[in-house]
């Protein structure tokens, strides 16, 4: 196959950044996008020029380091894909694509395709957790949990946390990301003590690391690699509607970095 | 040197609990006044700082990853051992260390793995208390199945992702420990270098991977939790960032790497497809239970579509050659015959440099049997992955196969306290070679990394810094902390400007992975691995010869970060050669093909080879000092495996 690609680079935060032609050929259509970017790269770097920067790690769509907007679909073309499980053969000879990184002022550009998403980290630590002390915990099989609802919080707990949701946002909420850990939580028996003050932290959170709000595109469960549904997000506001009428104390977000 | 495993004595069952109760402790008013520095936050080390946080001590902790969240372990599909024996089927802690030190084919230290299987129940009820969504049963108890042909079912999983669940139950304990100040997190933060003062492990030197910054962090305790080799291969099913640097880097300083050769290659991976090819993706061991293996019988026959090929042209190789396990042969037996199919020319599959390196997982027979619905219900999201990567539909034509490179038995030496040949300087996880012997059980990683993380290395943590007391401040201005800060700047600098650069870093990388799957993988021989040691010698002066880094230091370059990490992975590669060589014998995933039964299997030289090869670093990469570790069964008399 012969492609051609428009690479967005931007050497830092501060640089305006543009797109940077390049051409694709001999691509096979077993090669994952990724592997069509490394032999781009390994091209680039033995002519002295400087690689295109990408965030990736395990390259099987569970780690969620990669993500890269192609033709202005979070992830890609294709349905619950990472960019990393994405092959060629989902394109055509000839085709024309425009590469981009995750575009949200939540998520500041660190080189290239690569952004900062260490505002999900800060979302988490405002208190995606159960509080619990290691060494202290009852016999596993002490709750019973009923399999549905086990099941439910496991197609929540399945977010890699990669942004692609935030990228597909008009808005670029974070909700879906936030919905998926404070659903994962709400719904286990062992998340219950925590989950009217995990819910207004972790909302606190996202709005100080300025992502929008949810206006209810869908755009996010479309890009997600992982199918998580909006519905947790509608389950995410009843939980913060509840906990803002039946709590008296104010919850403060930290800076945003 | 006196390599003293300090193994407590007395029965198994009492080794810990004594262990424990002879240590000493830190007083709580204490713990901030010691730093302690983990590096690496998969299993072992996100549970171990989540831990060590909360028990008060001042911990500082890195990962090259843009988020904690991130370490390798979240690959992990198939799930998580313990002798929990909720299925009343004859489980128990001392059945799962049996079968752990057999599955290691006695070549582990029993004090450890018992340990290991001791606390294997805790580390379910922990999961569970953090919100790890494990399979359950209609009743809203716990499943379990039976893993890699274990007689008991004593594997908890979630899906197929056991390994993300539990790491982000770490991580979330992580996380809290962040937000309670207690934990300094440093992501995109790579460990370049160990500092040793006095003989102590004081601290490390890191380069920040966006700025580009070196520097020195000095503390009273290292831990290192940065995972397995195993991309000394180049493709494995490792992550693309998964090295050996800071490994390697505290062996260099002076601490001894243990059992290098030991290597497992799993057999139930995608083949490459061709040589731009940058990892190989596993496919879950489990398929094993209902697909067969076969490649053609005739050699006219491995072009052709497999379907069209009849019953009687297929060779069933496993079944025909182990009537009573058939499929369901270890790991390394089915990998190792996998090679000789297709070294004898019945591969399957695209030519990949001239060789067809794939054979076929078949479920026809299963679908037949037990209808396509069944079959989609046990595999769905298998095979789905599988059509994604290769285009083709198991449901309508066999999957196509081959081993690859999966974990890494072999790491730091360390004791039964998990601290290495350096005082200070702690390893758990993968990254030390303690529990798993020559070969890892199924659903054995999570455990060990787990158990070292949550309940051994902060217990023997706090034993190591109330035994020694008091630390004597070094700065970041101590000769030793700035030295080691120069060699790596240094070594940086040597980087970017190779004399005749002219290949990418990936380039070599890719060198050094053939040589070392062809001569040092499943099958391996005296004079293979000879010419081995000197392929890799000579590459190793090329790469310092002709690597070519584009950019500078000071930046987001992650050309300079695989540039360093090869150059690790060639010293690391020719020890691991070395060392295969030195052990004249075969067992779990070292098979030399000089010492094999007559029916072809693994033979252990028990009487000489029963001993822990704990390598020193000289000076020289072609000169490491063998020290040897004898290991002595008490309890599980070692025997020969056999699965015909």
């Known amino acids: 196959m012969y492609l051609i690609l428009h690479i967005w680079r931007q050497q830092g935060p501060r640089d305006k950044g543009h797109f940077e032609r390049h051409e694709a050929r001999d691509v096979s259509e077993h090669m994952s996008f990724l592997e069509m970017l490394d032999v781009i790269n390994e091209q680039l770097i033995e002519a002295g ?43 055509q000879n000839g085709d024309e694509l425009w590469i981009e990184p995750w575009r949200a002022s939540g998520f500041p550009i660190i080189k290239d395709l690569s952004v900062d998403r260490s505002a999900f980290d800060r979302i988490i630590q405002a208190g995606g957790y159960v509080s619990i002390r290691t060494g202290s915990a009852p016999d596993a099989n002490e709750i019973p949990i009923p399999k549905g609802v086990s099941d439910h919080a496991m197609d929540a707990a399945a977010c890699i946390g990669c942004g692609a949701c935030v990228a597909a946002c008009p808005n670029a909420s974070a909700s879906l990301f936030v919905a998926a850990k404070v659903s994962h939580l709400g719904l286990l028996p062992q998340g219950q003590a925590e989950r009217p003050d995990r819910v207004r932290k972790m909302v606190a959170q996202m709005d100080a690391e300025q992502f929008g709000a949810c206006t209810n595109h869908a755009e996010c469960e479309a890009a997600c690699p992982k199918g998580i549904s909006i519905s947790f997000i509608a389950r995410m506001n009843r939980d913060h509607l509840k906990s803002m009428i039946a709590s008296s104390d104010d919850v403060e977000a930290r800076p945003a970095k | 040197m006196n390599l003293d495993a300090r193994e407590p004595s ?99 230290r029993e004090s450890n793995v018992y340990r290991l299987s001791e606390l294997s129940v805790s580390i379910i009820d922990q999961a569970v208390a953090q919100g790890v969504p494990f399979a359950r049963e209609y009743g809203g108890l716990l499943a379990n199945r039976s893993f890699g042909g274990a007689q008991v079912s004593r594997t908890f999983y979630a899906r197929g992702q056991t390994g993300q669940q539990l790491l982000l139950g770490a991580y979330s304990a992580l996380a809290r420990q962040i937000e309670a100040g207690t934990v300094d997190m440093h992501p995109r933060t790579e460990m370049l270098d160990l500092i040793v003062v006095d003989g102590k492990a004081r601290g490390i030197v890191t380069r920040h991977l966006v700025t580009g910054k070196v520097e020195a962090h000095v503390a009273d305790v290292v831990i290192l939790c940065t995972g397995g080799y195993g991309n000394v291969f180049f493709l494995s099913t490792n992550a693309q960032g998964s090295n050996c640097t800071a490994a390697w880097r505290a062996h260099r300083r002076g601490a001894l790497f243990a059992n290098p050769c030991y290597t497992q290659i799993h057999p139930t991976c995608i083949p490459q497809s061709g040589s731009y090819q940058s990892k190989l993706t596993l496919m879950s061991e489990s398929l094993r239970n209902d697909g067969r293996v076969w490649v053609p019988r005739n050699e006219e026959d491995v072009g052709k579509d497999p379907t069209k090929i009849p019953e009687q042209d297929r060779y069933y190789y496993l079944e025909e050659r182990y009537p009573a396990f058939g499929n369901l042969v270890p790991r390394d037996v089915a990998s190792r015959n996998a090679l000789y199919v297709t070294n004898d020319g019945l591969g399957i599959g695209p030519e990949v440099d001239g060789e067809r390196r794939g054979v076929y997982l078949d479920f026809a027979d299963a679908i ?52 290495s040949t350096i005082d200070g300087l ?20 999570l455990m060990q990394g787990l158990a070292d993380g949550y309940f051994v290395l902060p217990f023997t943590i706090g034993n190591y810094l109330g035994t020694e007391r008091n630390f004597d401040g070094v700065s970041e201005d101590h000769p030793d902390v700035r030295a080691a800060v120069d060699d790596v700047n240094s070594r940086i600098s040597s980087l970017l400007s190779a004399p005749k650069a002219k290949h990418a870093p990936q380039w070599f990388h890719r060198k050094l992975g053939s040589i070392i799957w062809h001569q040092c993988g499943m099958s391996r021989n ?49 020890l691991m050669c070395r060392d295969a060589l030195d052990r004249a014998e075969s067992c779990g995933g070292h098979f030399r093909e000089e010492h094999q039964t007559e029916d072809g299997e693994a033979a252990r030289r028990d009487d000489e080879f029963s001993y822990v090869a704990a390598w020193e670093f000289s000076g020289d990469p072609a000169q490491p000092t063998l020290h040897k570790e004898p290991l002595t069964f008490e309890y599980v008399k070692p025997v020969q495996r056999s699965y015909k």
């Open chain 1, 49 to 91: 020029k400087d690689p295109i920067a990408f965030d990736h790690d395990c390259r099987e769509g569970i780690c969620g380091m990669c993500g890269m907007v192609v033709n202005g679909e979070a992830h890609g073309p294709q349905r619950q894909t990472t960019t990393c499980q994405l092959h060629m053969r989902q394109f």
């Open chain 2, 10 to 108: 007395g029965p198994i069952e009492d080794r810990w609990t004594q262990h424990k109760a002879s240590s000493k402790l830190v007083a709580p008013a204490n713990r901030r006044k010691y730093k302690v520095i983990v590096v690496g936050t998969g299993l072992a080390g996100g549970a171990a700082a989540a831990t060590l946080g909360e028990l008060g001590y001042k911990v500082q902790c890195f990962c090259f990853q843009d988020s904690p969240r991130r370490a390798h372990s979240i690959a992990a599909q198939g799930g998580i051992n313990a002798a929990k024996n909720y299925q009343n089927d004859g489980d128990s802690v001392y059945r799962l260390f049996y079968d752990t030190v057999k599955g290691g084919d006695f070549r582990s």
């Open chain 2, 368 to 419: 037949n049997r037990l209808g396509e619905q069944t079959i989609r219900e046990r595999y769905g999201n298998l095979f789905e992955m599988y059509e994604r990567i290769t285009g083709d539909s198991p449901y309508q034509t066999p999957m196509r196969i081959y081993p690859a490179t999966h974990y890494t038995m072999g790491g730091l030496w360390v004791d039964y306290n998990l601290m």
């Open chain 2, 426 to 445: 702690f390893v758990g996880g993968e990254a030390n070679f303690s529990d798993h012997g020559a070969n890892r059980l199924g659903a054995s990683a």
């Open chain 2, 526 to 574: 005296g004079e293979g691995l000879s010419q081995a040691i000197d392929d890799i010698r000579e590459l190793r002066e090329q790469f310092h010869r002709e690597v070519k880094v584009t950019g500078g230091e000071g930046e987001f370059n992650q050309t300079l970060e695989r540039a360093g990490r090869v150059a690790d992975f060639m010293e690391l590669g020719e």
